[in-house]
C-alpha cells in the first residue's frame, strides 16, 4: 500500500516569505508527527497529533511554525516569515498509535531558505 | 520528561568487526524502545523495537538489541559489520500512554573495507 508521502520534495524560498509543507499519512493511521533534521543532526520533534486530541505543540521552536490537521488525514506545516535557520529536511510520520507502535516515514521535505 | 542520549557521535569499525551502538533513555514509566537507521539519501526505516517480554530483541540486518531496565540502556548490536551498515542511527522512546515518540540524537557509523 501506499506510504507516507510529502510535498514538495524539495523547496527552495526567499527569507521573510512563508512556506507550507504538506503529509498525507498512512490511511487510517492516528498519530502524526513532524521533525526537522539540520544537515548533520539527529531528529528534532516538532509536533504531534494524535486522533481527535488537543496536538502536543511542545516541540514547535517559535511561534513562526503552526501545523495543522484534517481529521485523521493531511496535515500541513507552516513556517511563516522564514529565516535561514529553517534550512532544514522536514521529515512527517505516521503511525496506527502511538503505543508502541512503529513510526512509517515520509521522505522528507528539504527546504532551503536564501 | 522523556529524553534519549546516544553517548557515540561516531563510530568507526572495520568489516567483520562486531558493533555496539548505546543508547539510554529516561522515561517515568515502561518504555517502548526503537532502533531506526538512516542510510545516506536515504528514509529512516526501522530496525527493531522492544515493548515487553524477553530483553533481547532480533531485528533486520541482523542486528539485535538488548533492553536493561537497570541501566536504563537499549544497546545495539551486531557481530560482524558489513560495509552496508555504515549510515546513522537513530535510538527513540516512546511510552506507554499517548506520548509522543523522541529521538536521540543519532550515531554516525562509517566501515572501514
Known amino acids: 500500500g501506499a506510504g507516507v508521502s510529502q510535498s514538495p520534495s524539495n523547496k527552495v524560498t526567499e527569507k521573510g516569505k512563508d512556506v507550507e509543507l504538506r503529509c498525507d499519512p498512512i490511511?487510517?493511521?492516528?498519530?502524526l508527527y513532524w521533525y526537522r533534521q539540520r544537515l548533520g543532526q539527529g531528529l528534532e520533534f516538532l509536533i504531534y497529533?494524535?486522533?481527535?486530541?488537543?496536538?502536543?505543540k511542545s516541540g514547535l521552536p517559535s511561534d513562526r511554525f503552526s501545523a495543522e490537521r484534517t481529521g485523521e488525514s493531511v496535515s500541513t506545516l507552516t513556517i511563516q516569515r522564514t529565516q535561514q535557520e529553517d534550512s532544514a529536511v522536514y521529515l512527517c510520520a505516521s503511525s496506527l498509535v502511538s503505543q508502541g507502535v512503529e513510526q512509517y516515514f515520509g521522505p522528507g521535505t528539504r527546504l532551503t531558505v536564501t | 520528561a522523556q529524553s534519549v542520549t546516544q553517548p557515540d557521535i561516531h563510530i568507526t569499525v572495520s568489516e567483520g568487526a562486531s558493533l555496539e551502538l548505546r543508547c539510554n533513555y529516561s522515561y517515568g514509566a515502561t518504555p517502548y524502545l526503537f532502533w531506526y537507521v538512516q542510510s545516506p539519501g536515504q528514509g529512516l526505516q526501522l530496525l527493531l523495537k522492544y515493548f515487553s517480554g524477553d530483553t533481547l530483541v532480533q531485528g533486520i540486518k541482523g542486528f539485535e538489541a538488548e533492553f536493561k531496565r537497570s541501566q536504563s540502556s537499549f544497546n545495539l548490536r551486531k557481530p560482524s559489520v558489513h560495509w552496508s551498515d555504515a549510515a546513522e542511527y537513530f535510538c527513540?522512546?516512546?511510552?506507554?500512554?499517548?506520548?509522543?515518540?523522541?529521538f536521540g540524537p543519532g550515531t554516525s557509523l562509517s566501515v572501514i573495507p
Open positions: 490511511s487510517g493511521h492516528t498519530a
Open positions: 497529533f494524535q486522533g481527535n486530541s488537543a496536538p502536543d
Open positions: 527513540a522512546v516512546g511510552g506507554t500512554s499517548y506520548d509522543k515518540v523522541i
